[in-house]
């Protein structure tokens, strides 16, 4: 059997909690054959370099597999200071993360949001899926800051919009196959306002017809918001541009994790016809930074693992590493492990409270009882 070339990463652990769950990943990836190697990116490569980017760091993510993201933030003192002293012209952490979606050209942003342990109140399962554009609207970063005025530029164009609601038909219409129940897209805009929006709703509606087994709906903003803090369950698939779909990804994990610590997402780049990613696709879990538990073993992992989960599915078609991955966490979560953020107050006796390596330790451990239970099989192949 040819050996395949193991896949190589990139991390870009960032700045507060970014260094703990990745640092908590790299057993995991040693156990998946997976090569990496960390670089600065952010608030400490602004320090050092005086860019949240450099042109080495975004040449090492393009010459690897894929990137995986820790965090992105700017320690508070720093924001506090810049707000009274600042022209609003410095460089940013956010602006590293902008610039590397934009490089690789990773347009599309997948945010799955489904249980992954049993709710604590009685209510309908949820497994939703946010589809975001990530690279235009008011992310475009066209705009100035003044004294005496500051303006942002949201802007699409058609084959921006184009790509991203076929990205939305596509995954609605693989999820409904693939669990068996009809195919739902909600499109997110505010077409009543935006002509962003009017232009959006129009070319969705026209996608939407090279889809017809695919029930496509459109939902205002404020509706959309409204409708998933009180019922999440009922969406199947979200299909949103990129302030509209941050905004409502840290809604929908909230409402349904209760944190952001079971977040995760993929930021995938453009597909050649067989499917195979044209470059590196990214995945970052949906939390920021977590300044205040940094440092402390608090941080959760897990939405960094269902992120590798992620690119082992979508990036590196590896979907048995990936099922065995979900498996373990699985594993963890059935043995009543869990990290603070994921404990209502009060309940903390029905858990097995562990840190952020404490998470990791036990997700290897299982993936690695699993891996050997598959070796025998594997080798009478
Ligand atoms: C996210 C984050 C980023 C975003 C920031 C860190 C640039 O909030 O991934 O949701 O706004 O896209
Ligand atoms: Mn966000």
Redesign the pocket.
């Known amino acids: 059997m040819a050996e395949r070339t193991p896949d190589r990463i990139a991390v870009l652990p960032g700045i507060g909690i970014g260094l703990e769950v990745t640092g908590a990943m790299k057993r995991l990836l040693r156990q998946l054959d997976i090569e990496s190697e960390d670089y600065p990116f952010g608030y400490d490569s602004i320090v050092e370099y005086g860019e949240p980017l450099t042109d080495e760091v975004l040449a090492a993510c393009e010459a690897s597999d894929a990137v995986l993201l820790g965090a992105?933030?700017t320690p508070p003192e720093e924001v506090e200071r810049l707000s009274r002293e600042g022209s609003g012209n410095e460089p940013t952490a956010?602006q590293g993360?902008?610039r590397l979606r934009r490089e690789l050209d990773c347009f599309a942003n997948l945010r799955p949001m489904e249980d992954y342990v049993p709710p604590s109140e009685d209510r309908p399962a949820v497994d939703l899926m946010l589809v975001r554009e990530?690279l235009g609207g008011v992310?475009r970063g066209e705009g100035h800051i003044t004294e005496d005025e500051a303006v942002d530029i949201v802007r699409y164009e058609r084959h921006e919009v184009e790509r991203i609601a076929t990205i939305g038909f596509e995954v609605a219409r693989t999820r409904a196959q693939e669990k068996g129940r009809p195919a739902r897209l909600v499109s997110v805009d505010k077409a009543n306002i935006e002509y962003i929006s009017k232009f959006w709703r129009t070319i969705v509606t026209r996608i939407a017809e090279q889809y017809p087994d695919v029930e496509c709906t459109h939902m205002f903003v404020d509706n959309a918001a409204m409708q998933i803090a009180a019922r999440p369950w009922e969406f199947d698939v979200i299909l949103t541009e990129n302030a509209k779909g941050?905004i409502l990804?840290?809604e929908s994990a909230g409402r349904v994790h209760g944190s952001l610590g079971l977040a995760p997402?993929i930021s995938l780049t453009a597909r050649d016809a067989e499917g195979v990613p044209t470059g590196p696709d990214i995945a970052?879990s949906?939390h920021?930074a977590g300044f205040d538990i940094a440092g402390e073993g608090k941080a959760n992992p897990l939405a960094t693992y269902y992120s590798v989960e992620l690119m082992l599915r979508y990036t590196l078609k590896r979907p048995d590493d990936a099922d065995n991955l979900r498996a373990a966490i699985d594993d963890v979560l059935h043995a009543q492990y869990r990290t603070p953020d994921m404990v209502t107050m009060g309940r903390e006796g029905a858990f097995r409270i562990v840190s952020t390596n404490g998470m990791a330790d036990l997700v290897s451990d299982r993936f690695a009882d699993r891996l050997a239970a598959r070796r025998p099989a594997t080798s009478a192949d």
């Open positions: 992105v933030g956010e993360l902008l990530l992310y941050d990804s840290d997402s970052e949906v920021g």
